[in-house]
């Protein structure tokens, strides 16, 4: 069988009652990836035999590597390393894709030569599968819209989930950072004319984006992680000041009003 030129990293920690319903959304994409590497971020129980398990329903090689638990940037980061594909598509262990996620969006990268693109995200799996039965489109027929830089100073373009990149020449995760880590990423890697969102909702979650059940669940630490990424974004020379003004100006008027949408 034909197998596109992706590997699929997912990390995972103590997820593994969400973890087959993501890796059977990958084992039914209609043009199936190399590979999926498992990270298993220092789960209080071990995964290894509940993975090997699962090998035997799917076709799709699986790679489990275990690792002390440093946090998901870390995890993505061990999976990097040893994936064999071009492009590697980002999937979270309580998060799903449609069939036709990793046909579209690896023909979009290949055919504009982008190094990373992102789609739409739904927040709850209702709202994809609703979406599914409407889909018919192909890679040629889904708008694509080019990131900006400056998109980022109004906040992250992308939802991990929804992320592909292009192996070569990407720099990873910075470890220090347990969240907004992926915001960090996609700014510190960004290439004029080679970001690009692509118009089309192809993944979902089980979770609002923040709330008491969420890795976000505390807005204000949310908002001081947000800060210190800036903050290094700009020490690292990735960002100029004027980008670190308007970004840090807009999370102000924005952090008000999110405390106000998730505390009713």
């Known amino acids: 069988m034909f197998k596109l ?10 997820a593994i009652g969400t973890l087959k319903r ?8 209609s043009e199936q990836p190399l590979e999926i590497i498992i990270v298993d971020d220092g789960s209080d129980e071990p995964i290894a035999p509940t993975v090997e398990l699962w090998r035997a329903s ?23 390393n040893i994936a064999q594909g071009r492009y590697i598509a980002f999937l979270d262990a309580d998060d799903i894709w449609l069939p036709s996620k990793l046909k579209i969006q690896y023909a979009i990268m290949q055919a504009n030569n982008f190094t990373i693109t ?7 799996a209702s709202q994809l599968k609703a979406k599914q039965k409407h889909e018919h489109q192909d890679s040629n027929s889904v708008r694509i819209k080019t990131i900006k830089k400056w998109r980022f100073a109004y906040g992250n373009a992308f939802f991990t989930p929804t992320v592909m990149v292009l192996k070569e020449g990407f720099s990873g995760f910075d470890n220090r950072f347990k969240r907004v880590d992926d915001y960090k ?20 979650g089980f979770k609002p984006a923040m709330g ?3 890795l976000a669940e505390n807005i204000d630490q949310m908002h001081r992680s947000y800060i210190d990424v800036l903050k290094s974004l700009l020490s690292e020379g990735k960002i100029n000041l004027p980008f670190y003004i308007v970004a840090v100006t807009i999370e102000a008027i924005k952090l008000p009003l999110r405390r106000l949408r998730y505390d009713n």
């Open 58 to 80: 799917i076709s799709i090689p699986i790679t489990l590597i275990c690792q002390n638990n440093l946090g998901a940037p870390a995890a993505r980061n061990a999976g990097i």
């Open 22 to 29: 993501s890796l059977d959304s990958v084992e039914n994409q």
């Open 212 to 214: 008491n059940s969420g």
């Open 5 to 14: 030129n992706v590997s699929v990293v997912i990390p995972c920690y103590n």
């Open 118 to 124: 992102g789609h739409g995200y739904a927040f709850q």
């Open 185 to 204: 990423a996609w700014v510190t890697n960004f290439r004029f004319k080679r970001f690009a969102y692509i118009d089309k909702v192809l993944a979902s």
